[in-house]
């Protein structure tokens, strides 16, 4: 009787095929080189945790980074319990951002901070719970500590 099967070689070559093909699909998956839940790609916008709500103020100073394509363009904020009456860019720390009519555009690698003008004032030592609206329609929130 004769044993036949693939060589050695050839079962090493197939195997480290099959996790090559599954690296880069776990890569892109995490890294949001797709999307599987919308036809459109995230921003990719994270919160610093140094973002806070200045009681004194009435103002919630919100750090973001961007780090994905496309350039994130926001057109709302909403701080729970109040009406948001101004949203400017406070400062740029790295990259670009620019306020226009269809709200405030970061580009990609951008470190900003944003600043969110509030009526009422939340009292300090509150918990200040904040979301951020895209152009590509995502919903980005957080919270943050009321500080005087």
Same mark, same amino acid.
């Given at each position: 009787m004769s044993r036949s099967g693939i060589s050695?070689? &050839? %079962?090493?070559? *197939?195997? !480290?095929a099959v996790? &090559? %093909?599954?690296? *880069?699909? !776990?890569?892109?998956?995490?890294?949001?080189?797709?999307? !599987?839940?919308?036809?459109?790609k995230s921003e990719g916008i994270y919160f610093y945790y140094d973002t806070y709500y200045n009681s004194t103020e009435g103002?919630?100073?919100?750090?973001?980074?961007?780090h994905l394509r496309p350039e994130a363009t926001i057109t709302k904020v909403e701080v729970t319990?109040?009406?948001?009456?101004?949203?400017?860019?406070?400062?740029?720390v790295d990259g670009d951002a620019y306020v226009a009519s269809d709200g405030i555009h970061v580009r990609v690698g951008s470190d900003v901070w944003?600043?969110?003008?509030?009526?009422p004032?939340?009292?300090?030592?509150?918990?200040?719970?904040?979301?951020?609206?895209t152009a590509n329609g995502f919903v980005y929130w957080s919270d943050c500590l009321s500080k005087s």
């Open positions: 050695p070689v &050839i %079962a090493t070559v *197939i195997i !480290v996790a &090559i %093909a599954i690296s *880069i699909a !776990v890569a892109g998956w995490l890294l949001g080189f797709w999307n !599987v839940t919308s036809t459109e103002a919630l100073y919100l750090h973001i980074f961007t319990g109040t009406n948001v009456t101004g949203i400017d860019v406070y400062s740029i944003l600043r969110v003008t509030t009526s004032v939340i009292p300090a030592g509150s918990m200040v719970h904040y979301k951020v609206y």
